[in-house]
């Protein structure tokens, strides 16, 4: 669990600003170097965000039993190294860790080991011919990737599916998982997701959006999915013991925040916030408020395990 060394300077770091809302222009980021195995339409992304990100996706082999060869597994390095536990992003249905070009460069700024992890079947890893994609596929080349290259307890983040995901995570391998927090067609659903979105800027996140889609594995990998029967996690929730933050976006056109509420009731040791004028995606849409919130937490929980483990004492003045 990572811990910030004051309260002021966590809520410091992140200024009001609406990186979402401005304007971009490829010519700003040209010389920009993408790793090879980026589709070439990379190139053709304006948002600086996204570019400056895209340019620290690397592969690293995961080994699983469903592949006789090494999954070359895309993700997102910290440059930070600490000795407390990292923080883990995940994405969320059919997406990247480009999801988290906003959030991402907050939580560094913050000093956090940041990590951002493609999902298998989706973002840019190289699945060749793999067979499988289900819901257990996914378990464990997630939890190969961490016991070879993260190896301690991390604080899980996912948005919307990824917080699926990170459920049946904590709950089949609880023993990787400090604390975690929840967020919960394509150009359509994207100004339904997110509140206020001008048109260049949505058609721009599409295109982000829809990078992967271009590898000639997806459509398989998707369909493996789908036939599967995806997350349900329903019957899991109760069973999450780790502490846990629920993020909503007060403008949720997709998901009711009366769900919200329902998860809130259902877990054992949860809290939520809501962000005001916000969509689907907050880590997205508003990430210094979604920074902010993760800060918080992490920093509230470190001090009350500092709490547990102190020893009792009368203070006499």
């Known amino acids: 669990m990572l811990t910030l060394t004051s309260a002021s300077s966590a809520l410091t770091l992140f200024p009001e600003c609406k990186t979402q809302r401005r304007r971009f222009s490829i010519s700003a980021a040209a010389d920009d170097k993408f790793p090879s195995f980026l589709p070439k339409q990379m190139e053709e992304i304006k948002d600086p965000f996204a570019r400056k990100l895209a340019t620290r996706i690397e592969r690293l082999p995961v080994n699983v039993s469903f592949s006789e060869k090494s999954i070359m597994s895309s993700c997102v390095k910290p440059l930070i190294q600490s000795n407390q536990n990292p923080v883990v992003l995940l994405h969320s249905f059919d997406s990247s860790c480009l999801e988290w070009r906003y959030t991402f460069p907050l939580l ?27 819901v257990a596929s996914k378990r464990e080349h997630f939890y190969q990737l961490w016991k070879s290259y993260i190896k301690r307890p991390m604080t899980l983040v996912g948005p919307s599916l990824g917080a699926a995901v990170a459920v049946d995570f904590a709950v089949n391998h609880p023993e990787a998982v400090s ?15 997110f509140k206020g979105v001008s048109f260049d800027t949505g058609l721009d996140w599409v295109n982000i959006g829809k990078l992967h889609c271009l590898y000639p594995w997806w459509e398989d990998a998707t369909v493996s999915f789908m036939i599967s029967g995806g997350y349900n996690v329903s019957r899991q929730i109760d069973q999450v013991m780790q502490k846990t933050l629920i993020i909503w976006g007060e403008d949720d056109q997709i998901i009711s925040n009366k ?3 329902r998860l809130h009731c259902e877990l054992p040791n949860s809290n939520i916030r809501q962000i005001p004028d916000c969509g689907h995606l907050p880590h997205v849409e508003k990430p210094d408020s979604a920074a902010r919130l993760i800060l918080e937490f992490m920093q509230n929980h470190s001090c009350q395990k500092k709490a547990q483990l102190a020893p009792t004492e009368e203070v006499v003045y």
């Open 108 to 134: 560094e700024e913050a000093g956090l080991e940041t990590w951002a992890i493609d999902i298998l079947g989706w973002g840019f890893s190289n699945l060749e011919r793999i067979k499988s994609c289900d």
């Open 179 to 193: 604390i975690l927090k929840s967020f919960p067609l394509r150009l359509y659903t994207t100004f339904l997701a």
């Open 259 to 261: 769900l919200a509420v």
